[in-house]
Each structure stands twice: as C-alpha cells, then as structure tokens.
C-alpha cells in the first residue's frame, strides 16, 4: 500500500532517515518506515515536503517535462526593484544554465509564518522584504542561487505549496498523510496518467495485428502469386 505523507520540515534538519554528524533528520520526526522524499529541501530551508514510498511516483514528481510548480516564500536582503523582479521573472544566468521564466512578485511578510530559530542574522542598516517566487524546475540551491543573481542574497527561505498542496494548517514540524486521490487531485497528475493509459491501449493491436500477418507466410505468398497471374497459381519451378 503506497503511503503519502505531507511534512512541514523545520530550520536544520536534514531530507534523509539518517545522519552520522550528528544532525536532525526526518526520523526525529517520521516514524512511519521505508518512505522517501520526493525531492529535496535543502538543510538550511524550511516548508513543505512530501514523502512517499511510490518510486514511480518520486521519478515522475522529479521529471523536469511535467513541470510540477514549487512556490516560495523567500526573505531577501533589500529591496528588489521592478527590473530585477522582471529579470527573475523571464529568467537569470546560473553556472548551469538559464533558469525557466518564472512567477516572481513583492509581498508583505506572511501572518502565518512562525519565527524561525535562531532568527535571521539582520543588519539595521539594511533592510529586507518579502518575495513569493514559484519555480517549476529543481536545479540545486535554485531560488537562493536567483535572489543572489539580481543581488538580493536570500536570508530565510520557506517553500509554502507544491502544486496545489500547501502548508495551511500544518505547523513547523508537523505532518499529515494524504489518500492518492487527494494528491493526484492536488498535482494535476491523474489527466497525464490517463493520457499513458490510452497511449498504451491503442499501441497493443498494431503490436496484434502485426504478429498475425506474420502467422502463415507461405499461405501469403500464394494470395501474392495469385494476385500476379490472374487468380491461377503455378506450380514448380521456373
């Protein structure tokens, strides 16, 4: 029985079961066994993350061509102007690459945001804001590598929904456990499933149809003589 599992993962802990440093990790949270994350959230970031022990399921979640949307609360040191939220927008150079255009918008600290610990490390001569980024690829570090591309280096970082999930009413460092339909549902991926379903249903009888034609060569290569001299078929050789 497949299992999933929504996680609000808190400030220092790590996406893995074990650690030999010393660190947090989910097991100081999860107890349910052989689950993983689909997808990562880095040690330093916190928010959602969801858990499954479906592979197929974590291998499509992390394909780059079905472009799931990850949405991000993102603290940043300033405040970015409308240039460089257009440039975040259309899309910044990183070593590996451009990034995908992208949603990217100024908003007020969320209410529901609970304080971080320790907090934030602030500098009274600068200020900082608020940024709501949604992203639909998952290059390493990608959201802090943009904010430090337009020169607005990332202070706190909370990823609050995956596709339609969210981290509404789940507290840091907790979590609940969803059905399949409810998460299909919420990442729009029971219509691509159904999609593989008729690709697959419609490739089986030409597969058929080919091995039949191929049954009886012999009785077709006499339709094929017949055909070539009128109806009559020659015996022997010529």
Known sequence: MFRYILFNKPFRVLTQFTDDTGKATLADYIKIPDIYGAGRLDYDSEGLLLLTNNGPFIHHLMNPKFKVPKTYMVQVEGIPSAESLSQLRLGVELKDG???????????????????????????????????????????????????????????????????????????????????????????????????????????????????SDSHPHRNQRRRNQNRTGGKIRSGNR
Do not use: F
């Open 98 to 212: 451009m990034t995908r255009p992208c949603e990217a918008e100024l908003v007020a600290q969320p209410e529901w945001l609970w304080p971080r610990t320790p907090p934030i490390r602030e500098r009274k001569e600068i200020p900082t804001s608020w940024l709501k980024i949604t992203i639909t690829e998952g290059k390493n570090r990608q959201v802090r590598r943009m904010t430090a591309a337009i020169n607005h280096p990332t202070l706190r970082l909370v990823r609050y929904a995956i596709g339609d999930l969210t981290l509404d009413q789940l507290a840091s460092g907790e979590s609940k456990e969803l059905s399949e339909q409810q998460l299909y549902q919420a990442l729009g991926i029971k219509r691509m499933t159904n999609q593989h379903s008729r690709h697959a249903k419609t490739a089986a009888p030409v597969k058929a149809a080919t091995k039949r």
